[in-house]
């Protein structure tokens, strides 16, 4: 195929009223697609049913260590649960606190308790005069939005091959005092679906930072998400809580995960990790904020997942669903786009997203085409700090709700709206 | 029965000799009890285990609206879980955010929110110079504990016929802009087990606080824990939603409740009911916070007790466990004191508290000495800001958790430990 490029006006024009039929056809169709939001289609949480016989009336509501978990206490969760989330994490049972049904609500609420009563006994945030936090992007909105919502400033750092620009990272965090915290999604990120190398790891593990208040926000929300059972087709993600600690600074670290993309995206369990004095700093206010989680979702949890490798093969279900939509898309991008030089895209072996990349000043359009002709993705900028991505080229594409066939159909649509946007671009320039 | 204060030395001597020996005798029987919180007893949490079939592996999961509660969304809770808290509040369902697994964290959420966006727009608390909040007392620890942590100075109030010294709440509010709160536990109050007057209720629908940012912190967490089924021997509460209303003040109320005390202690679902006004400031930034909490524990509330009626009844359930525990603290109180004048306690209809004064001085050592022979109560002081009784007269008794056999046994032990105490004040003097 040749590169729109290198057309001419007249091959553009000619290709423009070829794809504005198509465009029109495929309106006619009545498409109604939502590729907007990583959520689980119906079949994934099909998979866990069985989880919801775990605890019926007659049940052993005990945990191994004689607890009632229909009562109230246990301010960190059960044991047993800190171990599984521990495992999923990388992290010591010891070193985790299972919340509620999310993981989001305790990302929040650590720099919601760092605002008031600052890091581990350090001035306040709202107590400091200026508060910037970096944001790697594209990335995840909600991240962006908790950030923007408590006032900082977001910094953008570029994401380049093996994670963000480590050079702009270290800049910023060893030297500007001001600088609190980094959002990242390590592993299978949010929306790129590529995970940090080993050196990216053990450069935030060997970060210097200037703000004795400054935290690594890892949210492994993706740590066991595999598209693939082969190990030589699954992405591996070297442990930051292990490299923090050869350097004696796990302090520098907060993780989170859970299980809403495990089991149930609306009910499952949530999890923080991090150093002794992490989570001391957490509990003390934890202590004033809850009596204790649900300790009976946890175990339900647990005893139905039982540990990591049970996770790890319950996740293999999710992957047989999850792989066809992710090729589906693939295979229509690669058919349709190679050549042209009018986007590139990830090809995530995990996770929820794929991102794509249209040539400056077309993301924008594009899913407004797509929306017009039924099918809504994520809003162009979304994956950027303030809702803005500077040049106008991500889009994050989410296939997991849609069934392949919907998906392979909403990839056709998807490139024939980058086409035809490109097309107009270049017939303006 | 001659009261203390009108013996001679000699016969308190005799008295003490007699009182020392009966507490010797009790620490060798070896009670182990804790009456420190109001935790139900196994027998209450079983009361509802039928409510964990109500959503099996094959179980219909969806809202009446069709809305699949294992998926991701629904920021404020079902409908229909909506309309059950609405329902034990008496607030319509519109006006209610359904959270997570109790109503603590909700409170929590709306001071922490408050100190660092402020309330419905106003300045944030952080960003003023005093802070104050009226604590009724004797009243409920963990609330003192939230606005000591937020480093609000606490006011205490004391708690007289009817309610909080209403004259005392109005002098705050109505004249002292830093006054920014109160905590109410409304209906059959902790610990004093007592309900505020229709007087009490209309008169905190008059307030005219000075404050423009001032809330009623309105702790509904007993509205339906009644001891007696006969609506007669009921509490009924005015309704301050409506009240307030009447005055077009709704926006000082913050309503909270939860099925703590109904379902299960650990896993039920608590909420907020609001003005519009209100729940639109929430939502603000919980939607930042969360994507939305448990919707499948919702349902199985929902399904299982139905509407408040459902409700009513299951709690009739409790009461009758409940109900012999209260009679007999209070049988062993009216027959060991009687005339003595050694202490006054409350003779609740509802809740989960008794609360008992001694003389002043004594509240502290009877915690002792109780405690020495095997009986945990609740820290003297506790049930003050700051955990500080400045009479050291009031005793928190939770009489759930024991049997009624056991409850017996330890109001036994504290009416003695209540008497020698006594008795080793009067000597003192």
């Not at 990242?184 to 995970?195: E, M």
């Not at 809702?387 to 909403?410: C, H, L, Q, V, Y």
Request: proline letters at 5%; aromatic letters at 8%.
């Amino acid at each position: 195929m040749k590169a729109y490029k290198n057309m001419s006006k007249d091959e553009l024009l000619a290709l423009k009223e070829e794809l504005t039929k198509a465009f029109e056809d495929a309106k006619g169709k009545g498409l109604k697609l939502d590729m907007s939001r990583g959520k689980p289609t119906p079949k994934q949480l099909d998979l866990s049913m069985e989880m919801l016989d775990i605890l019926p009336s007659d049940c052993d509501y005990k945990t191994e260590a004689g607890t009632d978990t229909r009562n109230y206490g246990v301010l960190d969760g059960i044991p047993e649960a800190k171990s599984l989330m521990g495992e999923i994490m990388g992290i010591p049972a010891d070193n985790v606190i299972v919340c509620g049904n999310a993981s989001l609500p305790i990302m929040y609420d650590c720099v919601s308790r760092s605002m008031v009563f600052g890091v581990c006994g350090k001035t306040p945030f709202m107590k400091q005069e200026k508060l910037k936090f970096l944001c790697p992007a594209p990335g995840y909105d909600r991240h962006f939005r908790i950030t923007e919502t408590f006032g900082f400033e977001m910094i953008t750092i570029p994401m380049v091959e093996g994670g963000p620009d480590m050079d702009m990272v270290e800049e910023y965090v060893n030297n500007d005092p001001t600088v609190k915290g980094i959002w990242c999604v390590p592993k299978y990120s949010n929306p790129l679906g590529t995970t940090y190398s080993d050196e990216t790891v053990r450069r935030f593990a060997a970060l210097n930072p200037a703000a004795d208040d400054f935290r690594i926000y890892w949210d492994n929300a993706y740590a066991v998400h595999h598209l693939y059972e082969e190990k030589d087709k699954q992405d591996q993600l070297l442990n930051l809580y292990e490299e923090l600690k050869k350097n004696g600074k796990e302090d520098l670290l907060l993780e989170f995960a859970s299980t809403s993309k495990v089991t149930f995206a609306g009910a499952g369990i949530g999890a923080v990790g991090a150093s002794d004095a992490n989570i001391a700093w957490i509990k003390k206010t934890m202590t004033v904020q809850t009596i204790g989680y649900d300790k009976m979702n946890m175990l339900r949890h647990v005893r139905y997942l039982k540990n990591l490798a049970g996770v790890e093969k319950h996740m293999m279900r999710h992957a047989e669903l999850m792989r066809p939509k992710f090729e589906a898309v693939l295979d229509v991008f690669d058919r349709e786009l190679s050549g042209l030089e009018i986007g590139t895209y990830t090809r995530p072996r995990g996770g929820y997203f794929i991102s794509f990349d249209t040539l400056p000043g077309c993301a924008k359009a594009v899913v407004e085409k797509c929306k017009e002709a039924g099918v809504t993705l994520t809003g162009a900028g979304a994956t950027f700090p303030y809702g803005k991505d500077p040049k106008d080229t991500n889009i994050r594409i989410a296939p997991s709700f849609p069934t392949p066939e919907e998906m392979a159909a909403a990839a056709d649509l998807f490139v024939l709206c980058v086409k035809l946007v490109t097309v107009e671009k270049l017939l303006a320039e």
